[in-house]
C-alpha cells in the first residue's frame, strides 16, 4: 500500500548490507501473489541500486512472517518461492480461532493444544516437509518460548524456534529433556 516506503526501506538495507548478507522477512503474507510482488520490487530496487552504482547487498535471502491462515494453508506454495518461513504464532493462532488473546474470557481457544490449531500446526510442517524445505521453517511468538510447548512443537515437526535471549535456558532445557 506504500510503495515509497517500501522502496526507501529495502534500499537501506540493501546498502547496510553491502559485501554481506541479510534476510529480509516479508510480515503478513496472505497470498502467493503477495509473495511474488514483493520479490519482483526487491529485485527491482536491487536492480536501481547497482545501475547508480551503489554497492549493495546482492543477493539477500527473503522469507513470509505466516500469520494469516491463508497463508498457513498455502505454505507449500509460499515456501517454493522463498528461502525460510516462519510461524507468528501469535497473530495466527488468534486468527485462526478468532479469539482475541487479550480477552480473558476467549483466550482459551488460542491454547497451542487446541485440536483445530494442532491441525494447522501439522499442516504447515507436513506441507514443508513434503517438498523438502522443514529446515527453512521456525516458529516464533509465544508458543516458541514456551518451555512446555517444545516437545509438542519438536513432535509436529519443527526444528527451528526464534525466541527471546531471557528464554534460552529454559528453552535448551526442554529441548534436551524431550522424548521423541
Not at 503478513?28 to 529485485?43: G, H, I, P
Not at 485440536?115 to 499442516?123: G, K, Q, S
Not at 507436513?126 to 517438498?131: M, S, V
Amino acid at each position: 500500500r506504500r510503495p515509497e516506503e517500501l522502496r526507501t526501506q529495502l534500499r537501506a538495507l540493501l546498502r547496510a548490507t553491502a559485501g554481506g548478507s541479510i534476510d529480509i522477512l516479508i510480515p503478513m503474507v496472505t497470498t502467493l501473489a503477495d509473495v511474488r510482488w514483493v520479490k519482483q520490487f526487491c529485485a527491482g530496487v536491487s536492480e536501481e541500486l547497482a545501475a547508480s552504482g551503489t554497492a549493495c547487498c546482492e543477493a539477500p535471502r527473503l522469507g513470509a512472517m505466516i500469520e494469516v491462515p491463508a497463508a498457513a494453508f498455502a505454505v507449500q506454495a509460499i515456501l517454493s518461492e522463498l528461502d525460510f518461513v516462519s510461524l507468528g504464532t501469535n497473530d495466527l493462532i488468534q486468527y485462526f480461532t478468532a479469539a482475541d488473546r487479550d480477552n480473558e474470557a476467549v483466550q482459551h481457544y488460542g491454547d497451542l493444544r487446541n485440536e483445530a490449531v494442532l491441525f494447522m500446526l501439522r499442516h504447515v510442517a507436513e506441507q514443508a516437509a513434503a517438498i523438502g524445505r522443514a529446515a527453512d521453517l521456525s516458529v516464533c511468538g509465544e508458543a516458541a518460548s514456551v518451555p512446555e510447548n517444545v516437545e509438542l512443537l519438536l513432535r509436529l515437526g519443527y526444528r527451528s524456534l526464534s525466541i527471546s535471549p531471557v528464554m534460552a535456558p529454559s528453552i535448551r532445557a526442554a529441548v534436551q529433556a524431550a522424548r521423541l
